[in-house]
């Protein structure tokens, strides 16, 4: 019994061809089975995603801080920090809130009605109220209402690419009621909701509707896959409790430690919360936001549109790189690379639609107008053909020609089978176009391509009104149906061992992966010719072959060097057959010696311990479902990699949706893929992918700079007033001058640093560890020593002006300007972590330098206009105080270079 007879107990579904169900049958089975659509689960109220924006750990410091700070008077800063909050928390409600459309999105693809037959007449019906047992009644340009099974067909193709990724329409036999179908992806004789008729029409009986079609399998998928934080959200969560913990022992330390010196309690804990008002960076939220809307907008430049703001940073540590082969490793461009006709074998250079190219016999030029053979070859592959190629109107005017002429590519209007285009443009680049061979032959008839005959035929009159049959199709069925060839002695009589010798050249064209197309033709004995005329496509004259591949863009190649380089492994996921996919990853250096080929068959013979264990050695994919391809992503990430997954189909959006980064196509994707993906390719380009790479490493190392200087800054103020305070010293430091320098030097110079270009080296470098904190790699040991080195400056300067002066004020003065000077050089410290500041280019980043003068006056102007030495208890300092300033300031990086603390990273 096949799965159709099983699901629809029915012993001979053919039988209900043209009776249908009943409407009593229908109503029952719609009772039963439910109506035809994708459910839905509960959706999250708006109200609760905008309240979970508030929850965050670091959200709430900052919130206690804005509270602290308008108690001690400092307005601005607490508004500034609401103002923080408040944006950051609409921004991940907007985020959050889009996702939930990836449902709606879905739902949009199926089909709002459908032809079915009922009751023995052909009505109109809502697809909602399609049922198991249905007989659809399909043509071209209708959509699938539910998954069905083929019972009558006539030149029936179907476009399936969003559910296979692969564009080349899918032929559709009946159903043998005879033979089960086990594989979805090997159906010929199934139609699937969701996809469209493309040519022919047919007749299908329902098996699966709604949930349990394979789009409701696939919008399972998406909805059972729970939204992880990215990389960026679990290192900031880290940061933020360890800036807690921080900010409460501060607080007690300094405030616990001036009241048991002496010091007046209600003072002291002022002081304590303004240290810890001032070590909370609560700049880190803007400017990580600004980081990555600026990430952004260089991105979009590079044809990369974010739909998810911490997307652009988790693409900085992604480790693996999946990819759909055809449209974005490929140019889903069929291009003829081999022709062997007369007895010669030729390649075919050129890529895509450019109708430039050579042909070439043993690396030599040659021309293929010379031989019969291949020119005839070439004019069957053209004429027995309905793709259309055509120059827009602006290039049929002189001036267009010659602007086509000097661009060396001609613009082309291109519509038809991708197959059939690529063999009319290969007859281009021999100078044989469209307009030539409609003046040379008309049309008589055509017998389409239907998947017995797996070939089809054009027959046409010459000029002199001689009647031939062009013949293009399948290698093995035209050779049947051949009993003589053009050889380069002529017409010959077409014998065993030169068939043999033509399926040789054949199974070595497909051993390369390539498409190929056998072409005949035969001149009509009569003069006279009707579409009644029998055995036509028979005792032909077999002309050759053609192969076709979709070949990898020249840009995908460098991108996967230079992922190479950067410690990232791109992995090729596809429907394609095994050995195309893997000849295509070899010419990609995707796959190389020793790797390991999986398909989806062998996938599902494994266990999740067996995939685990040979997952790091593969590098594609063939042959796998959607189920495969979410099943992949969750291996590796097991595996503790960062995964960048691409898709265009629907099939692909739950591994899209589960993967770290998921990146759909801007141009073939559908938008139940977009949905779902953090990142939109504009350009549907492998290469693209890894520009947002490098963007994405620039930006994580930006904040890393950010958060180097803010905390180094930040714990040089603490050991100031904590190291006073144990030598029993006067506060170094007045609460006021305290909230000014954390005002000054965390905000212009602080987002600055985060507009530093990328260092040469940036995409040479391993990406992070999914375990790695913000710390790692020697960050925490950068921070802690030169926050040490602040603090000792400072205090330094305090103590020597306390002792040769014994001015209280001039010592807090000097301190004051020293602390900020201490940071303002260090900003620039911070540009790189494996090189001192003299060894850093300066001047790259003219607005750090411009933040870093602005941020200088205004604590000059703290220090020398009377009206704020008043507010800020500064006095004027003179030439002394000043050398004694530089030298403290420029004693940390000094050291720093005499003891190398700017070696590499590990």
């Known amino acids: 019994m096949s799965v159709i007879e099983s699901k629809l107990n029915y012993a001979n579904p053919e039988s209900m061809l043209n009776t249908g169900l009943t409407d009593k049958e229908a109503k029952h089975k719609l009772q039963t089975h439910g109506p035809n659509i994708l459910a839905e689960r509960k959706k999250i109220s708006p109200l609760k995603i905008l309240f979970e924006q508030f929850t965050d750990l670091m959200v709430i410091i900052l919130m206690v801080s804005t509270v602290i700070s308008g108690f001690m008077g400092e307005m601005t800063e607490a508004i500034t920090i609401i103002a923080i909050v408040v944006i950051n928390a609409i921004m991940g409600f907007v985020q959050e809130f889009k996702t939930e459309k990836t449902m ?59 559910l296979t990724g692969e564009s080349v329409p899918v ?49 399972d998928m998406i909805q059972n896959i729970e939204d992880e934080e990215t990389p960026l959200q679990k290192r900031l969560a880290h ?142 592959g053209a004429f027995c053909n309905n793709s259309v190629i055509t120059r827009p109107a602006s290039e049929s005017s002189a001036i267009g020609r010659i602007k086509s002429i000097f661009s060396k590519q001609e613009t082309l209007k291109i519509s038809g089978d991708p197959t059939e285009i690529a063999l009319t443009i290969a007859a281009a680049k021999a100078g044989i176009t469209q307009s030539d061979l409609n003046g040379t032959y008309q049309r008589i008839d055509e017998l389409p391509f239907d998947s017995d005959r797996k070939c089809m035929s054009i027959v046409c009159k010459n000029d002199k009104g001689e009647i031939y049959v062009f013949t293009k199709g399948a290698p093995d069925m035209i050779i049947d149906k051949c009993s003589r060839i053009m050889s380069a002695r002529g ?93 295509i990853a070899r010419e990609l ?150 909230l000014w320098v954390n005002l000054v030097t965390d905000g212009l110079p602080a987002i600055a640093l985060g507009l530093d270009p990328a260092e040469n080296d940036i995409m040479m470098r391993k990406p992070r560890g999914s375990k790695d904190t913000i710390f790692s790699h020697g960050l925490l040991r950068l921070i802690v020593s030169r926050g040490i080195f602040i603090g000792l400056s400072t205090l330094g300067v305090f103590v020597s002006i306390l002792y040769f002066v014994n001015n209280v004020e001039l010592a807090r003065t000097g301190a004051f300007m020293t602390l900020v000077m201490t940071q303002l050089i260090h900003v620039f410290e911070c540009k790189s972590e494996t090189r001192n500041i003299f060894e850093i280019p300066l001047t790259n980043n003219i607005p750090l330098i411009l933040a870093v003068l602005c941020s200088l006056a205004m604590i000059l102007g703290v220090v020398y206009i009377p009206v704020f030495q008043v507010i800020f208890e500064t006095v004027p300092l003179g030439l002394n105080e000043w050398l004694l300033i530089l030298g403290f300031s420029l004693l940390g990086p000094v050291l720093s270079s005499l003891l190398g603390k700017g070696r590499r990273r590990q």
Request: hydrophobic share 45%; proline share 4%.
């Open 491 to 583: 017409i010959i009589k077409l014998d065993e061992l030169t068939k043999r010798s033509i399926t040789k050249i054949n199974d070595g064209m497909a051993t390369d992966a390539l498409r190929v197309i056998g072409l005949a033709y035969r001149k009509l004995e009569t003069g006279n010719y009707s579409s009644r005329t029998k055995n036509v496509e028979s005792d032909l004259i077999f002309v050759g072959l053609m192969g076709l591949i979709d070949p990898p863009r020249k840009e995908a190649v460098e991108a996967v060097q230079k992922c190479r380089f950067a410690g990232i492994k791109p992995v090729m996921i596809t429907g394609d057959h095994k050995l195309t996919a893997t000849a």
């Open 104 to 162: 709606e999105a879905l739902k949009s693809l199926a089909a709002p009605n459908a032809k079915v037959i009922r009751n023995e007449q052909l009505v109109s019906i809502p697809a909602e109220e399609i049922v198991p047992g249905d007989i659809l009644v399909i043509e071209a340009g209708d959509r699938i209402a539910a998954d069905a099974a083929v019972l009558e067909s006539s030149g029936l193709q179907v476009d399936e690419s969003l």
């Open 239 to 380: 940061l933020g409790r360890f800036i807690a913990v921080g900010c409460l022992l501060i607080c007690a330390i300094v405030s616990v430690t001036g009241v048991i010196r002496g010091e007046k309690l209600f003072n002291m804990l002022l002081s304590g919360i303004s240290l810890a008002v001032a070590a909370v960076p609560e700049g880190l939220p803007a400017i990580v936001t600004i980081s990555l809307a600026l990430g952004v907008q260089r991105m979009l430049k590079r044809n990369a549109l974010i739909r998810k703001l911490p997307a652009v940073e988790t693409l900085g540590c992604a480790s693996i790189i999946c990819s759909d082969k055809t449209g974005t490793l490929t140019e889903n461009k069929m291009t003829v690379r081999k022709i062997y006709a007369a007895g010669y074998q030729l390649s075919v250079t050129g890529n895509g639609y450019n109708v430039e190219g050579s042909f070439l016999v043993d690396n030599r030029a040659s021309d293929p107008l010379k031989v019969d053979g291949i020119k005839l070859a070439l004019e069957i």
């Open 171 to 219: 032929e559709k036999s009946p159903l043998k009621s005879s033979k089960a179908i086990v594989d979805p992806y090997d159906k010929k004789s199934s139609v699937y909701m969701g996809t469209v008729i493309t040519g022919g029409r047919g007749k299908a009986i329902v098996y699966a509707t709604g949930m349990k079609t394979e789009m409701g399998h696939i919008a």
């Open 589 to 738: 250096n995707i796959f190389c010696d020793g790797d390991n080929v999986l398909t989806g068959a062998e996938m599902d013979k494994m266990s999740e311990a067996q995939l685990e264990a040979i997952a790091p050695s593969v590098s594609v994919y063939a042959r796998v479902s959607p189920k495969h391809k979410l099943q992949i992503v969750k291996v590796l990430k097991r595996l503790g990699h960062i995964v960048a997954m691409t898709g265009d189909g629907v099939n692909d959006a739950p591994a899209v949706k589960e993967a770290d980064i998921g990146v759909s196509m801007g141009i073939t994707g559908t938008d139940v893929t977009k949905e779902a993906s953090s990142m939109v390719l504009l350009d549907d380009n492998f290469a693209t992918i890894v520009a947002a790479v490098e963007e994405g490493r620039v930006i994580y190392n930006n904040i890393r700079k950010f958060i180097r200087y803010m905390l180094a800054c930040n714990l040089g103020e603490v050991l100031t007033m904590f190291l006073g305070m144990l030598m029993w010293l006067p506060i170094p430091l007045l609460p006021i001058q305290i």
